[in-house]
T-cell receptor, first 109, second 116 residues
């Protein structure tokens, strides 16, 4: 299966700071999504982004499919951004989804 | 649209017992996925359905696990002869379709299983 690596594993930010989370994957994909798992365990879909760039408010994401990585940008972080951010991919040769181990973000006031 | 619903939210059982979880996807979503998540890890894919057809199964899905989606609506995941290693959060997700952005998955709150 596809290997999905996320970095950094842990991140602590002061409220208002910006951050970049990275997802590297080992094979070609036809589906890449970013999720936020809040402290209550609910997974929230942030972006469907197998290639290109998207923005949604303070969040934006860029996937460079040819180089097999994706970046999630969080600007002006808020305490409600705390939680774990996951990248998930589906290979273009199959139907299984593979999640990374996540980046745990803590935003302190 | 009330989102993906999973029941029960918590299940405590004794080793060797059978358990069944239910997932109600978002209405008219034709893809449904099951995942398992243990503490500190990302979700692990178990299986997925396109309407009522089970199209993919992970090697993680041993013969003690079975999933169904009769009539392409709700789905059940049954674990027979539970083991302590089955303790985890079981997550269900659905998506509207099979191409482009409609592949986006929407997750339920999960069923937390504890096997004593």
């Amino acid at each position: 299966g596809i290997q999905v690596e996320q970095s950094p594993p842990d991140l602590i930010l002061q409220e208002g700071a910006n951050s970049t989370l990275r997802c590297n994957f080992s094979d070609s994909v036809n589906n890449l999504q970013w999720f936020h798992q809040n402290p209550w365990g609910q997974l929230i879909n942030l972006f469907y982004i197998p290639s290109g760039t998207k923005q949604n408010g303070r969040l934006s994401a860029t996937t460079v499919a040819t180089e097999r990585y994706s970046l999630l940008y969080i600007s002006s972080s808020q305490t409600t951004d705390s939680g774990v951010y996951f990248c998930a991919v589906e290979a273009d040769t199959g139907n299984q989804f593979y999640f990374g181990t996540g980046t745990s973000l803590t935003v302190i006031p | 649209d009330t989102g993906v619903s999973q029941n029960p939210r918590h299940k405590i059982t004794k080793r060797g017992q059978n358990v069944t979880f239910r997932c109600d996807p978002i209405s008219e979503h034709n893809r449904l996925y099951w995942y398992r998540q243990t503490l500190g890890q990302g979700p692990e894919f178990l299986t997925y359905f396109q309407n009522e057809a089970q199209l993919e199964k992970s090697r993680l899905l041993s013969d003690r696990f079975s999933a169904e989606r009769p009539k392409g609506s709700f789905s059940t995941l049954e674990i027979q002869r539970t083991e302590q290693g089955d303790s985890a959060m079981y997550l269900c997700a659905s998506s509207p379709g099979t191409s482009g952005s409609i592949q986006s998955q929407y997750f339920g709150a999960g069923t937390r299983l504890s096997v004593l």
